[in-house]
């Protein structure tokens, strides 16, 4: 399928901007992320949608994140959130994401324009899901994640390298390259 014309616009300017990793931060207003990289919320929606099953009970329907990784900090740790995550790719250099289902099957996906090496431009991570996003080389890798129902810091789950490999010990190797403690 053709990419639209405005990714290619884009894209071309990301490349050709020559702005350093403090000036695309500085510029898109970034700020440090509790699991790595930087990050910053570009949408909230003011609708609300019943979710009874949450402390609250309500999540905004939709919310969306600006989030980098750069070459000095590279890692986006293992965590989990009750809502899908749909995982954009913006530019930069390639990133690769690890998920863990619940029953803990693993999915690797590489996020880039490097088709020839099978990248992808889009990963969805399910619900309930474990992630973790690492930026292998270069020194940024730009997507956009949208949440829904939306984001809530009570959702978010980073728990200890510990308590994954009791859940998961066939994924020891990740946990222990990927995890915050």
């Known amino acids: 399928c053709a990419l639209p014309i405005y990714y290619n616009e884009y894209k071309s300017y990301l490349s050709s901007s020559a702005m350093n990793n403090e000036e695309i931060i500085k510029n898109l207003n970034l700020e440090s992320h509790i699991e790595g990289g930087h990050f910053r919320e570009t949408y909230r929606s003011s609708e609300k949608m019943k979710t009874p099953d949450r402390e609250g009970g309500e999540r905004p329907v939709l919310t969306s994140i600006s989030y980098m990784l750069t070459d000095t900090s590279p890692t986006d740790v293992f965590c989990r959130n009750v809502s899908n995550i749909m995982v954009y790719f913006q530019g930069g ?89």
């Open 93 to 181: 250099s390639s990133v690769t994401y690890y998920i863990i289902t619940e029953d803990g099957n693993l999915s690797v996906t590489k996020l880039g324009t490097n088709f020839a090496e099978g990248d992808k431009l889009q990963v969805v991570v399910p619900a309930y899901s474990w992630k973790a996003a690492h930026l292998e080389s270069g020194s940024y890798g730009l997507v956009g994640e949208a949440l829904a129902p939306g984001f809530d810091y009570r959702d978010l789950t980073i728990p200890s390298k510990d308590t994954l490999i009791a859940k998961f010990p066939q994924h020891s190797e990740l946990f222990n390259k990927f995890c915050k403690h």
